[in-house]
């Protein structure tokens, strides 16, 4: 009786440890029904895809929904967390195949194509992620994937920061920059002699280097209009993020249009004075919800932009931690009648699953008019029509694992790229055909196989084939006399784009020795049988 009881004690305790330990944790997960095998996990957290023909990796992406409606252009990614293997520039194919990736750059966000002087450049922040901030520069690589310009903050002991870098529509370029400050803290319960990280942006010439306007968070707001708690920091170890802008934008009249994530704010600045002119959101929020729809009550939320006159675009984060009482994050298109200061919500957008993006993440309109959601911390992005259906919604990591964190992409970005490497077609033979690549070319249509009797004579084109993803196997033409070969990219129109070097094919080379190789190995073993019968016979 008492072996029971005590039996029956220890159950009960365990199940009160599992539900007091355990159950908190598996709601962190996100298991459904209607999850295939891949947002499960049966590919890893971060599923990634190998190649022949070279030694990159990339995420393979998976798509939860498609539609032909789906902009056509390009997708741009920077993947890092836990299960990557390295962070890197990542561009993709509408149709989730690899276009080019570079890990050179190391810690690299907000990767997006802009243009600057009527080019196009890859643009984006590269240097050491410091927390809540970063520590680097910004970067302009041109058609080639060369480095054009380089561009840092102004001011003695300043550091270029991750969340911002927004080439305006007059060649200059808005950057965020985080910078530790003395401020009294007392307000929200810490030290008069504390320290906060000020939220200031620049807008700097590209071109002179020359800074042109700079604003700080710290000279027109409160410390104690922040949402955040202290949490241990206010010390000049470790500054308190009492502001934590994370966009900047430039409107036709020259103010800017300003988000705050821990404020819960989105304001507009005036560009002479730097005077706030108005504040949606938040503690100070001006603006009253004619639409009753939730246009001003929004949190930690990213990327403010001007769609028009009277209408900004954000992506409704709702949630700061995983255990946010809100159930999934939400872009949103707001309109402003600014004189009376109203706002209305005219669309909301959701992603298929409803994730919850705790942190990161962006909106933009695409040039057809679709909407453009990265979703940050949950890996994936999404795209609506302008009323909010979705098109296509794809995953880069396993999505009932998103709340880990695993794999992020601070934004994800959709848009038109033409990139021309300097590098030569990369291709590999193989027993089963030949393997071959270009990392960053994005006009390569057909694989041309071209085949010499001798390196220096003149070509004989054997096939083309139609590129087929970011690798194409092409099969060796049967009993072909011609032992060497080499394969040659064309555009659409037929023009040459690159060739790889004259190779030799298996058939001719590797193959033939082996079979010398073998007719060895099998005169030996003969010749080893028959000394062998030798040595026997005369035993016997």
Not at 84 to 97: H, R, T, Y
Not at 370 to 398: M, Q, R, Y
Not at 465 to 485: A, L, Q, S
Not at 516 to 526: D, E, F, G, M, N
Request: with cysteine.
């Amino acid at each position: 009786m008492v072996h029971n009881y005590r039996r029956g004690l220890l159950a009960a305790l365990g199940l009160v440890l599992f539900y007091i330990f355990v159950v908190p944790q598996l709601y962190r997960f996100r298991f459904r029904l209607d999850l295939s095998l891949y947002d499960l996990g049966f590919y890893g957290l971060s599923p990634s895809r190998s190649y022949v023909s070279t030694s990159l990796t990339s995420p393979l992406l998976e798509f939860v929904r498609w539609d032909a409606r789906c902009d056509p252009g390009f997708v741009f990614l920077t993947p890092r967390g836990f299960s990557v293997d390295k962070p890197s520039l990542n561009i993709f194919d509408a149709q989730g195949e690899l276009a080019w990736k570079d890990e050179s750059w190391g810690e690299a966000q907000d990767f997006k194509v802009q243009q600057y002087r009527g080019e196009n450049y890859l643009t984006f922040w590269a240097g050491v992620e410091l927390d809540i901030h970063g520590n680097g520069s910004w970067y302009m690589l041109n058609s080639f994937y060369q480095p054009s310009y380089n561009i840092s903050p102004v001011g003695e002991g300043l550091v270029g920061d991750l969340h911002e870098f927004h080439i305006t529509s007059n060649d200059t370029a808005l950057v965020t920059i985080y910078d530790p400050i003395p401020s009294d803290l007392t307000s929200l319960g810490g030290s008069s002699s504390g320290w906060v990280y000020d939220a200031l942006f620049q807008e700097i010439d590209i071109e002179t280097g020359k800074l042109l306007f700079e604003w700080r968070a710290s000279q027109h707001y409160p410390v104690e209009s922040t949402f955040l708690a202290l949490d241990g920091h206010g010390d000049k170890s470790k500054p308190f993020d009492a502001f934590h802008i994370n966009s900047v934008d430039k409107d036709l009249w020259g103010n800017y249009l300003v988000s705050m994530r821990h404020t819960h704010t989105i304001s507009s600045i005036k560009g002479e004075t730097g005077e706030v002119l108005w504040t949606l959101g938040g503690r100070l929020n001006e603006f009253s919800d004619v639409s009753n729809s939730g246009s001003t009550d929004f949190s930690w939320q990213h990327d403010a932009r001007w769609l028009g006159n009277d209408t900004i675009s954000i992506l409704n984060n709702a949630a700061h931690e995983f255990d946010s009482p809100a159930p999934y994050s939400n872009g949103m298109v707001i309109q402003l009648d600014i004189h009376a200061r109203e706002a209305t919500l005219l669309v909301s957008y959701c992603e298929s699953q409803e994730v919850l993006a705790t942190s990161q993440g962006n909106m933009r309109v695409l040039e057809n008019g679709n909407v453009f959601i990265g979703w940050g911390h949950s890996a994936a992005f999404t795209e609506f029509t302008a009323d909010g259906e979705i098109l296509c919604d794809v995953h880069f990591g396993a999505s009932a694992y998103f709340s880990l964190g695993r794999i992020v992409s601070y934004r994800a970005f959709k848009g038109y790229w033409v990139g021309t490497p300097l590098t030569e077609p990369s291709a590999v033979v193989t027993d089963d055909g030949i393997y071959v690549s270009w990392n960053g070319a994005t006009e390569v249509s057909e694989w041309q196989l071209e085949a010499f009797e001798q390196p220096s004579d003149e070509s004989l084109v054997l096939e083309s084939v139609p590129k087929t993803g970011f690798e194409t196997r092409i099969d060796v033409p049967e009993n072909t006399k011609y032992p060497f070969f080499r394969i040659v990219a064309l555009d659409s129109d037929g023009t040459a784009l690159g060739q790889t070097p004259v190779m030799q094919t298996q058939a001719q080379g590797s193959d033939d020795s082996s079979s010398v190789k073998l007719w060895i190995l099998i005169t030996t073993a003969l010749f080893g049988c028959v000394l062998y019968v030798i040595w026997l016979s005369r035993k016997l």
